[in-house]
């Protein structure tokens, strides 16, 4: 990933955050000579180090872990808010006119190793945690509990575990760093104030983050 310094994110604790606010992973892994993309939720437990373990499962007739090999790194992409930035937002436009659109995000990348297991309680194990994850904020909350055995047994047969064992980080805030503390709060003020989506919304909190 094309990373320059001031685009840099190397604090574990907004890095775990953002995998935590966005579970679903783009995996790419290598079929052969193939590059072979998956999405893929994550439930990240505790700090996102080297070392650390990531967990998810995937369709048995998913035939991505029948191709997981020791030897390489595969990649997640954990992608945050983004949001178009249009150069009206630049008080310097009206002193140069020298600006351009660009586009801000936040992204991790994270390289690790994939194992896979198929033993029923590991998998059992993962469900429980992922789901619990995801309805914890709802007010009325789904539990595994609350379908049928048999049914459980017959949805755990149909997946296989798949690990990934943490090597490396790559971690970029795209937030207008590169640019004056004017222009990037009129970008802040920009995104509060057209508030197109959530995206929006959440990008102008990162820039004014951003500048402290």
């Keep these: 990933m094309y990373l320059?310094?001031?685009?840099?994110?190397?604090?574990?604790?907004?890095?775990a955050a953002l995998v935590k606010a966005y579970p679903l992973a783009t995996m790419v892994t290598m079929n052969g000579d193939e590059l072979v993309a998956n999405h893929i939720p994550y439930l990240l437990t505790g700090p996102l180090v080297p070392g650390a373990t990531l967990k998810g499962h995937v369709a048995k007739?998913?035939?991505?872990?029948?191709?997981?090999?020791?030897?390489?790194?595969?990649?997640?992409?954990?992608?945050?808010?983004?949001?178009?930035?249009?150069?009206?937002?630049?008080?310097?436009?009206?002193?140069?006119?020298?600006?351009?659109?660009?586009?801000?995000?936040?992204?991790?990348?994270?390289?690790?190793?994939?194992?896979?297991?198929?033993?029923?309680?590991?998998?059992?194990?993962?469900?429980?945690?992922?789901t619990q994850s995801m309805e914890k904020t709802r007010s009325s909350t789904w539990k595994v509990g609350d379908a049928p055995p048999d049914f459980i047994e017959k949805m755990l047969d149909a997946i296989v575990g798949v690990d990934v064992t943490v090597t490396r980080i790559q971690a970029k805030w795209k937030i207008n760093q590169n640019r004056s503390a004017t222009d990037r709060e009129g970008v802040a003020d920009g995104l509060e104030q057209s508030a197109l989506s959530d995206a929006d919304r959440q990008m102008s909190e990162l820039v004014r983050w951003g500048q402290h």
């Design 61 to 130: 007739n998913n035939d991505v872990w029948q191709h997981a090999d020791s030897a390489k790194d595969i990649l997640l992409v954990f992608q945050g808010s983004s949001a178009y930035i249009t150069p009206n937002w630049y008080p310097s436009k009206q002193e140069h006119h020298q600006v351009v659109p660009t586009y801000n995000y936040v992204v991790v990348h994270v390289y690790g190793k994939l194992s896979v297991y198929h033993d029923r309680p590991s998998k059992l194990a993962i469900v429980d945690h992922l």
């Design 4 to 15: 320059p310094a001031h685009f840099d994110q190397q604090d574990p604790e907004e890095l």
